[in-house]
């Protein structure tokens, strides 16, 4: 019995050396892979959430594809607001989640010096219906759903505006408010919903606009709008709305950023965001 006691313990002793060696291992791993080696720069970038993961592992591989020494390190956050401050504080050397509207309405807010440094993607921002193939079937009266939160109640405003819906003030403003509309020829209601609750919303109401990313997570295709918003990504209707690399402005002109953006606005990114994102997001650079 004395034996067998020995004899565990000596491989319980064993057991739990092995378990330390393999831990140390898989740290040291996860030092190499999230820190840069010698002769390698970092560059911070805070984004919010993981969606985006994938894109910047494609942009990872084009910079090591052009031996650039550059090592991406993302930092996730929350909320976007919680990024913009990270960078200001220089906590980050640039963050990549927002589009322009967003970036000059928090620029105006809280006094930050930023700057995009280069375009990434769009998500197109449609109106949808489970009832009508078509905006002119939209009845009188008839009730839409539409974003809640500030920028995208004002660019769904625009969509109903540049869909003949309603008529706003000034179309060409970045972020109109409801006050703005100053036609409704129809007398719609214009319900503002949690952007997350519109797709599964869409048989209550004559018809909704919100994210592409929700309406692929519901199985649907972007190509089931029944309005889209015209133009290219220059357009004025578009371009406010392109999601950006941002960085403080007095650090814009860094070389290692423009490589960095460089290989973002590549093939082999582009593609990668195309696949991953199946039309919920579009590249908006030329490659």
């Known amino acids: 019995m004395a034996n067998?006691?020995?004899?565990?313990?000596?491989?319980?002793?064993?057991?739990?050396?092995?378990?330390?060696?393999?831990?140390?291992l898989m740290g040291v791993a996860y030092v190499r892979i999230n820190r840069p080696t010698q002769g390698e720069r970092e560059i911070s970038i805070g984004v919010v959430g993981n969606a985006d993961e994938e894109i910047w592992k494609a942009v990872q591989h084009e910079l090591d594809a052009r031996n650039?020494?550059?090592?991406?390190?993302?930092?996730?956050f929350q909320y976007g607001r919680y990024a913009n401050q990270a960078l200001a504080n220089k906590e980050t050397d640039l963050n990549a989640f927002q589009h322009y509207a967003?970036?000059?309405?928090?620029?105006?807010?809280?006094?930050y010096h930023f700057a995009a440094v280069g375009d990434t993607y769009i998500s197109p921002l449609n109106l949808y219906s489970k009832r009508y193939a078509s905006v002119d079937q939209i009845k009188p009266g008839e009730r839409l759903a539409i974003p809640n939160d500030p920028i995208d109640l004002g660019r769904a405003l625009k969509v109903l505006d540049s869909a003949g819906?309603?008529?706003?003030?000034?179309?060409?403003?970045?972020?109109?408010v409801p006050e703005d509309v100053v036609?409704?020829?129809?007398?719609?209601?214009?319900?503002?919903?949690?952007?997350?609750?519109?797709?599964?919303l869409?048989?209550?109401?004559?018809?909704?606009?919100?994210?592409?990313?929700?309406?692929?997570?519901?199985?649907?295709?972007?190509?089931?709008?029944?309005?889209?918003?015209?133009?290219?990504l220059k357009s004025p209707a578009n371009h406010p709305y392109v999601n950006i690399i941002v960085a403080r402005a007095a650090d814009?002109?860094?070389?290692?950023?423009?490589?960095?953006?460089?290989?973002?606005?590549?093939?082999?990114?582009?593609?990668?965001?195309?696949?991953?994102y199946k039309g919920a997001a579009v590249p908006a650079f030329s490659y």
Request: aromatic letters at 6%.
């Open 165 to 176: 819906l309603i008529t706003l003030r000034d179309p060409k403003a970045t972020t109109p």
């Open 252 to 276: 814009k002109e860094r070389p290692d950023m423009k490589t960095l953006v460089s290989a973002y606005h590549s093939k082999y990114v582009a593609d990668a965001i195309n696949r991953y």
């Open 202 to 232: 869409l048989p209550d109401y004559a018809a909704g606009i919100t994210n592409t990313n929700f309406i692929i997570d519901a199985g649907m295709k972007v190509d089931d709008a029944i309005y889209q918003v015209p133009g290219g």
């Open 4 to 24: 067998r006691r020995t004899r565990a313990k000596r491989e319980l002793a064993v057991v739990s050396v092995l378990m330390v060696v393999v831990a140390i």
């Open 68 to 76: 650039t020494g550059i090592r991406v390190r993302l930092k996730s």
């Open 183 to 200: 036609g409704n020829p129809r007398g719609l209601v214009l319900d503002q919903v949690d952007p997350t609750g519109i797709v599964n």
């Open 102 to 111: 967003f970036m000059e309405q928090e620029s105006r807010k809280n006094g």
